[in-house]
Each structure stands twice: as structure tokens, then as C-alpha cells.
């Protein structure tokens, strides 16, 4: 069995065994409620397996234990019926055949962007597991492997208790020669043979910590990897189209991969995007009077250059500025000096304050004309010199349109905004932020616009105090630690991605500042004060950060020692609750 798969065969191996087992059970899938991208692969495949006449049920899931709820003992060993179960952005980080305890008539395949992948995952030995692996996307990571992972994998024992955690330092780790290079600088890929080595075992162990020290990365999204399944088969649509631009900047928006890897996501999607047509879907409208006019007849996906402005189309373009983590940490809108410089930088630029504060869609249509060449022209005078990237837009008509950003900010907040006190999301809430994913379904999508504001506002608020506050954040040698007081605003932030992006803001501030750049952690009381939200937060991918996020082994680690009770928060090992 080949472990390096195309997508197609991946889907192949999925819907034929999800037809074996329908008579007794529905393909079961278990989607992440941790992240957008996985809503956009969950819905994406959701339409290739409707198309094909595959049954299936979903349940969102936010810690292991909920998937016993659902499946009970039809995973195990005793179970006498076939099983087939899909994991979406979740599990491949952990031995899933070992914890899921997964029996010889059961089968879970994964989709997940999550890295590094546990190596009895990836497993010739393990017909059990079949995660979404293949060569080519795993060569564009950003944190690329030097050595073949496929081979490691094969070497591995299946019986042993290979865990992340396991490995630890050893004088192995830094021994001469672990890295080769061609003539051009460049790495070659590293084979895992024995022929040529001394000491075979030494040479597996030492490369197994090198794997799995990497730290936390991400691969290609889920949701990207879901659409060039239904573009193979032909099932694509201009939505699912959407959907993938929606899973790219959920990665973006987050941090969660570099300006090069997002750029040339954004070059593949804008080929489908040239390629479909959609551009070109007009047709005639006769008005009242008898003239005769073009207009769109659908939703059209454009691709332009946007700004770093978080929800502008929602808000207004002033407290868009004031509030947005890219010019507040640049300019320092918290203080009198930092607001009096914005309020400077739009006079220079001939914007009116007044019609700044007005919600964007109501201002002046010439300012909105004008605003790119402005800020192009004038932003270099006050540091911000990338101020734009490219984004995409989803146009309906002639006025109204929604970016990719904004929906990824506003079913976001919707994912937390209610949380069980285990950290799992109600399955409600995950219902309306899957219908808010709908192009028909926007009174939903702007209610979560809404509260995403009001996150971004108090992180402005808390990062502000936290910087000026002597004290506040604590800094050792390895690393800077804050922890958020009991607030209304610590009712907002004590969810993991709101507790990341306040940490990025403070990471950001301190950059600006000419601090020295350190891993931040950041502690928050969930709602009841009985349990503690814990997010480690490293270096930007799109900065240049050159090693992945590893303080999930080190919490877990120190939970272990100290009898402490724990749970990785929503998958994300970087993130946990005791």
C-alpha cells in the first residue's frame, strides 16, 4: 500500500469503503470545530459525496473523547460490522490507531493540515489509517523535511509507544552531519537507509526527534485540498470555488503559513478563478424606461489588493484603522500621540474625519476611489510599507460584495461564541457558522462580523494595557508570559483563537518597541474560573519563523509530572486547558 497518495486515490479508497459498510452504517464524519478551514472542507466534500450517492452523518468534534459518543464500541476490536469514519483538520498528529483503538473491520481516513503527522499514520504496516499525504504538497510546507518521511514511517514499530513526547535532547540531536548540500546551497533529500550507517538505530532515533522537534506547522489547507478533489471529478462550482479561497485565508489571517506559501495559493486559485468563467456571468436587464443595461446574474469571486484593514466593509474606515492589529501595533493608536499621527496621516491624505466615522458602505464614493493610491502614496512617511496583499472578494451585482478575510473574521467569533466549559463548541454554534458559509445565508455571517468586532476592540484594549501597564507581561529567558485579568474583556478573549491573535498583537507591539523577540504565553480564566486557557504563541511563519511551534510537548510533558488534569484545546497541541 502506498502511503503518498493523490487526492483521487485517497477519495477512491474513501467512498468504496464507505459503500462497503453502508448496509450497516453511514460514513461518519467527524469535522474539527476549531477552525474555518475545516468548515470549507467539510462542505466541499460534503457535495462530492451527495453527488456519488454516499450516505454520511456529521457530528463536530473538539476533543477525542466526543468521538466514543458517537461511534461506541464500533471502532474496536470486538466490533463484527465494517466501520468507516473521516477525520477532518483533526488526528493526524496522534497515533490514531493506538488511541481510537481502531479494530480490523474499521477504517479512518484523515484530512488534515495539521504537522508534523505522526509517523504510524503514515505506515505501510497500518492499513487502519489513511490520511491525505501526498509529495508534492508536503515539499511546499514551510518547515520542509530534509529526509524521507515515507522511509521513517515504513521503520517504525507500530507496537511501540511512539509518542511525540517520548524523544527527548540527547548529544544525538547535535551531531555533525545531519544535513547535506548540493552544489547550489541547496538541501537534498535525505534517505533512511542502513546500508551506509554504523549504528542503524542511532541513526532512526536521531532522525525521529529531528521530525518530531520540529514543532507545530501546517500544511495546505484542508479546504483547498477538498476542491481540487471536486475540480478531478468535475463536481466543481463557483461556491466550493469560494469555499477554498475562504480556507486560504483562514491560514493567512491566522499566521499560520508563509507570504510565499499564501502567494502562491492565491496564483493557484486565481487560475481556477480565470478558468471558470465566472468573471464573464452577465446578462442583460431592461429598466422601466426601455434602456437596457449589463449586470452580473450571480455571485462572481474576483481578486484584487486589499488592505490590512480587519472588517472594513462592517465597520468604518476610522475605527477600522484605530483597531486593525497591523496599524494599531505600527502606530500606536492606544495613546494620544498614536491617534493624533492617524488622525494626521488622514488629513495629509484629504479624508475628513466625519466621513471617516460613517460605516463604510455610506461614504463618499469618490474616498473610496482615491483610498488605494492615498495609502500607497502616504503610508511609507509612517513605516507601513505592506500595507496590501492580495485577497479575494465575492462581488454580487454591482455594490454588494464580501471579502474572504471578513467571512474568516466573522465565522470565526461564531465558532467561539459560546463555548462548553470543557472547551468543546455547542454544536449549535458550529451550525451557524457552517450556515454562514452559505452565499444565501449573510444575515448570519454578519452577525458573527459583529461580534468579531467587538473581540478585536478588546484586544485593543487589553494589548493596549498590557503595554503600558508596568508589569503586566513577565519576561524569563526562554520566553515572555501575561495573563489576562478578570474582565469583560477576558469573557471575549478566553477562546483559542482570540487568545492567539491577542497574543500576536502583543508580539506585534513589542516587535515595534525594539524588544527582543521571544515565544509569548498567554494565560486566561475560562468563564467559571474553574479551568485555565493556556496559548503558546512563536514566531510568524510570514516573518520568517524557521522552527514550528513545539510548547505543545512541553505542556504535556509538565501537565504529566505534576498529576496536573489537562486536554489540548481543539486539537491545537499549542493550546490547552487544565
Request: proline share 2%; net charge negative; glycine share 6%.
Amino acid at each position: 500500500m502506498v502511503r503518498e497518495q493523490s487526492i483521487e486515490s485517497f477519495y477512491t479508497r474513501l467512498r468504496d469503503s464507505a459503500l462497503a459498510s453502508a448496509s450497516t452504517s453511514p460514513l461518519l464524519v467527524f469535522p474539527s470545530t476549531s477552525d474555518v478551514d475545516s468548515l470549507c472542507a467539510l462542505r466541499i466534500i460534503g457535495h462530492v459525496l451527495e453527488s456519488d450517492s454516499v450516505r454520511y452523518a456529521c457530528y463536530p468534534v473538539s476533543s477525542f473523547k466526543e468521538i466514543y459518543k458517537y461511534t461506541g464500541d464500533n471502532l474496536g476490536a470486538a466490533a463484527d460490522e465494517p466501520i468507516t469514519i473521516l477525520l477532518i483538520n483533526w488526528g493526524c498528529q496522534r497515533d490514531l490507531k493506538k488511541i481510537l483503538q481502531v479494530g480490523p473491520l474499521a477504517r479512518v481516513f484523515v484530512v488534515d493540515s495539521h504537522r508534523p503527522i505522526h509517523l504510524h499514520n503514515l505506515s505501510d504496516q497500518n492499513d487502519r489509517v489513511i490520511v491525505l499525504y501526498t509529495r508534492d504538497d508536503e515539499q511546499q510546507a514551510d518547515l520542509a523535511y530534509d529526509f524521507d518521511v515515507s522511509a521513517l514511517a515504513n521503520a517504525s514499530d507500530l507496537n511501540s509507544d511512539d509518542e511525540f513526547e517520548e524523544e527527548s535532547d540527547s548529544e544525538d540531536e547535535n551531531d555533525s552531519g545531519s544535513e547535506e548540500e548540493d552544489g547550489d546551497g541547496m538541501r537534498k533529500k535525505r534517505r533512511v537507509s542502513v546500508e551506509n550507517e554504523g549504528d542503524p538505530v542511532k541513526l532512526f532515533g536521531k532522525l525521529k526527534r529531528e521530525y518530531y522537534y520540529m514543532g507545530n506547522f501546517h500544511g495546505k489547507p484542508s479546504g483547498c485540498l477538498m476542491y481540487e478533489l471536486s475540480h478531478f471529478l468535475r463536481k466543481n462550482t463557483n461556491a466550493l470555488l469560494w469555499l477554498a479561497c475562504v480556507a486560504l485565508t483562514d491560514q493567512f489571517v491566522h499566521e499560520r503559513l508563509t507570504d510565499e506559501r499564501y502567494q502562491a495559493g492565491v496564483m493557484e486559485l486565481e487560475q481556477h478563478i480565470n478558468s471558470s468563467g465566472n468573471l464573464d456571468s452577465i446578462t442583460s436587464v431592461t429598466l422601466k424606461d426601455g434602456t437596457k443595461v449589463t449586470a452580473p446574474n450571480s455571485s462572481r469571486i474576483a481578486y484584487e489588493y486589499e488592505p490590512r484593514l480587519m472588517l472594513l466593509q462592517e465597520w468604518n474606515l476610522f475605527d477600522s484603522m484605530l483597531c486593525s492589529s497591523y496599524i494599531a501595533t505600527k502606530m500606536k493608536t492606544w495613546s494620544d500621540s498614536g491617534i493624533k499621527k492617524m488622525q494626521l496621516l488622514l488629513g495629509r491624505m484629504g479624508f475628513a474625519r466625519e466621513e471617516c466615522k460613517q460605516k463604510f458602505q455610506y461614504m463618499s464614493i469618490e474616498i473610496k476611489r482615491r483610498m488605494k493610491d492615498m495609502f500607497e502614496q502616504y503610508l511609507p512617511e509612517f513605516g507601513l510599507t505592506d500595507f496590501y496583499y492580495r485577497g479575494f472578494l465575492l462581488l454580487h451585482g454591482y455594490s454588494s460584495k464580501v471579502s474572504a478575510a471578513d467571512v474568516v473574521y466573522g465565522v470565526t467569533a461564531l465558532l467561539e461564541s459560546f463555548v462548553e466549559s470543557d472547551g468543546s463548541c455547542a454544536s449549535k454554534q458550529f451550525g451557524e457558522a457552517y450556515d454562514a458559509l452559505s452565499l444565501t445565508k449573510l444575515d448570519k455571517l454578519e452577525t458573527g462580523m459583529r461580534q468579531a468586532i467587538k473581540v478585536q476592540r478588546a484586544i485593543l484594549r487589553q494589548g493596549s494595557a498590557a503595554i503600558t501597564k508596568k508589569g503586566s507581561i513577565r519576561s524569563g529567558s526562554k520566553f515572555r508570559w501575561v495573563k489576562l485579568e478578570d474582565s469583560a474583556d477576558a469573557k471575549l478573549l478566553c477562546h483559542p483563537q482570540a487568545l492567539t491573535k491577542f497574543g500576536y498583537f502583543l508580539m506585534d507591539a513589542l516587535r515595534e518597541k525594539g524588544a527582543r523577540m521571544k515565544p509569548l504565553i498567554c494565560i486566561c480564566y475560562t468563564q467559571e474560573r474553574s479551568k485555565v486557557l493556556i496559548a503558546a504563541i512563536c514566531g510568524k511563519p510570514r516573518l520568517g519563523a524557521v522552527q514550528g511551534n513545539a510548547f505543545g510537548l512541553a505542556f504535556r510533558s509538565s501537565a504529566e509530572e505534576t498529576g496536573a488534569e489537562f486536554f489540548h484545546e481543539l486539537f491545537e497541541s499549542s493550546k490547552i486547558i487544565h
